[in-house]
């Protein structure tokens, strides 16, 4: 079992093995990119690009994010390889002192991700979606992810958490004077997908 992958209410996440050693050249250039504010009332900042890893100057980046997605949706959910997964969009996120970042869930993608460029630890809470796995509200004596209604992950520099896009997350209040930088992205599938025996074949 993969000590860094959660199941949290029956959702993946996985906490990449691998770091990413970012150079000062990558990380200067996301803090220069030009921001507008997000919406959602957290006060934080995204880029104006949505598709940063078109740019070159965040090739090895994306290439190390294009792994980890693939790693995570081939051999950890084990998808058949002759349906693949690839990044659609990429954008940056600005968390500031005080700013934090609004529950959501990424919409039009398969597989999410968030990679951590600076940050002082500030956590990713995941949220349950839905009624109680019970029709009674029990007093739980210790929380873990097999009871809980929320779950916590925390940010580290050079590391990448993955997650199916329809997982509602938010990001925490920044309490620290590091401003919080990472990469959202989103992905789509291509190639064959389904069952022809169960008529859901399909290619895209």
Same mark, same amino acid.
């Given at each position: 079992?993969?000590?860094?992958?959660?199941?949290?209410?029956?959702?993946?996440?996985?906490?990449?093995?691998?770091?990413?050693?970012?150079?000062?050249?990558?990380?200067?250039?996301?803090?220069?990119?030009?921001?507008?504010?997000?919406?959602?009332?957290?006060?934080?900042?995204?880029?104006?690009?949505? @598709?940063?890893? !078109?740019?070159?100057?965040? &090739?090895? =980046?994306?290439?190390?994010? /294009?792994?980890?997605?693939?790693?995570?949706? $081939?051999?950890?959910?084990?998808?058949?390889?002759?349906?693949?997964?690839?990044?659609?969009?990429?954008?940056?996120?600005?968390?500031?002192?005080?700013?934090?970042?609004?529950?959501?869930?990424?919409?039009?993608?398969?597989?999410?991700?968030?990679?951590?460029?600076?940050?002082?630890?500030?956590?990713?809470?995941?949220?349950?979606?839905?009624?109680?796995?019970?029709?009674?509200?029990?007093?739980?004596?210790?929380?873990?992810?097999?009871?809980?209604?929320? @779950?916590?992950? !925390?940010?580290?520099?050079? &590391?990448? =958490?993955?997650?199916?896009? /329809?997982?509602?997350?938010?990001?925490?209040? $920044?309490?620290?004077?590091?401003?919080?930088?990472?990469?959202?992205?989103?992905?789509?599938?291509?190639?064959?997908?389904?069952?022809?025996?169960?008529?859901?074949?399909?290619?895209?």
């Amino acid at each position: 079992m993969n000590k860094n992958l959660f199941q949290l209410f029956g959702y993946p996440v996985w906490l990449c093995d691998d770091t990413y050693n970012i150079t000062k050249k990558e990380l200067d250039y996301v803090k220069s990119l030009a921001r507008r504010e997000n919406g959602g009332g957290g006060g934080n900042s995204t880029s104006i690009s949505d @598709y940063l890893f !078109k740019d070159e100057k965040l &090739k090895n =980046i994306k290439d190390f994010c /294009t792994k980890q997605m693939k790693i995570y949706f $081939n051999d950890i959910l084990h998808v058949e390889k002759q349906t693949e997964l690839y990044i659609t969009q990429a954008w940056a996120n600005y968390n500031q002192t005080n700013q934090s970042h609004h529950n959501h869930h990424h919409a039009n993608s398969i597989v999410s991700g968030v990679f951590y460029l600076q940050t002082d630890g500030v956590e990713i809470d995941f949220y349950k979606v839905g009624p109680s796995v019970f029709p009674l509200e029990f007093r739980y004596d210790k929380w873990d992810t097999n009871n809980c209604l929320s @779950y916590w992950l !925390k940010s580290h520099p050079g &590391k990448l =958490i993955i997650f199916p896009s /329809t997982l509602k997350h938010s990001v925490r209040q $920044n309490k620290s004077n590091v401003e919080r930088i990472s990469i959202a992205m989103n992905s789509f599938v291509k190639g064959y997908v389904g069952d022809n025996n169960d008529k859901t074949g399909l290619y895209l």
